[in-house]
């Protein structure tokens, strides 16, 4: 099968080197000047890691490149048998890209889209047969990262889920599938994790250093501030504002004025030199010598929070709790599957703090799902089969 890949960023190189590492050859169309330069660059740091690492030899790397036809023109994509659009993130030059696309590839041939926050049903419809379009979801660095999202539009055949599916597997990866609604599963999931943790510095009463302290002792390998500061404030909160504003303004997806007002002061985190924390020159984290202590609940504030949102993507079958659990182990490195967490800890439990923090606050954003409520009800659990007892599933 030959792939073809639009865009030789970060994602598309990624894209090209896991297809030509799987043995297809790969034409990489980017059309900006200075495109060229930079894929051998991203795809240069990737393979001395790799080959450091042990993932792949130099020789396999030779063979990889080799693979991968670098081009600036889009007709040769008439050839191709799949193509992965990996473009910068914009409707409009998406919806452009793969009106083009339609046209000069068969009609037989799936078109899929890497977006992380476009609606795939939208792409779609600028496409002739739009019954090929769907989204396959890589996550960065794309030939680390086990997980992969797919996501059928409101026009898209399940043949081409299927296919999708096979071809993930062929290439490494676990796939989970994905409504087509606003940030799909892995960057909805995780967003009360940073926004939960914002407001809670809002109030005043912890520091960065205290919150993130608090939520690693539940297993977390990085706190949230740690964590904005790695990606970038200004991309984290652009993800957010995105979710809020694509679920018509839901409450438990609103921003904070504090993470605004660090990237207006331009304090991005790791690479600016200074966010939540300062950094020294290597890059490192200087945290504060003094003692910190940790406030009761803050970690179950953020915790119950988290599988709230669970709750609410497999209530409205946006996934289902196997691939929403998937989705935080393997997508964003959680200690637990968030369902799992949740009959561990008891639905009951889960619902009574997050009853208490609602009535402490009266806010929208902390009303339990219905299906926690109803479970606690009808003595039910996410996982049945992984109790000895006689709870049923919902
Ligand atoms: N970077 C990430 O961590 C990440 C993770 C998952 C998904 N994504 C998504 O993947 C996509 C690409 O992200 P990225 O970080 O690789 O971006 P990037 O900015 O690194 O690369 C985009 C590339 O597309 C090229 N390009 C722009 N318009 C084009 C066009 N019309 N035709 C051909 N080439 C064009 C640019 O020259 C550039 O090389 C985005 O939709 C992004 O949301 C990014």
Redesign the pocket.
Known sequence: MKIGV?????????IAELAARHGHQVWL????V??LD??YKLLDISHKKQISKGVITSDESNLIRNRIVFINR?DVLGQADWVF??????AK??K??FKMLSEIVGSEIPLS??????SVTGIASACLHPERVLGV????PVHQMALVEIIPGLATSPIWIEKAQNLMQEWGKTSILSKDCPGFIVNRIARPFYLESLRIAEEGESTFYEIDQSIKQLGFKMGPFELMDFVGNDINYAVSEVIFRETGYDSRYRTTILQKRMIEAGWLGKKSGKGYYAYSSDGKIIHPQIDFKIRNGISQRVLVMLINEAAHLYQNHIASRNDIDLAVTLGLNYPKGLLSWADEIGIRVVVDQLESIYHQYMEERYRPAVILREMVKNNHVFYPEKLTSTSRSV
């Open positions: 639009v865009g030789a960023g970060v994602m598309g190189t990624g169309v980017d059309t900006e200075g495109a930079r894929y889009m659009e990996a473009i910068i993130e914009d030059s998406k452009m890209l889209t890497n977006t992380s926050s476009l979801h890589f996550f960065n």
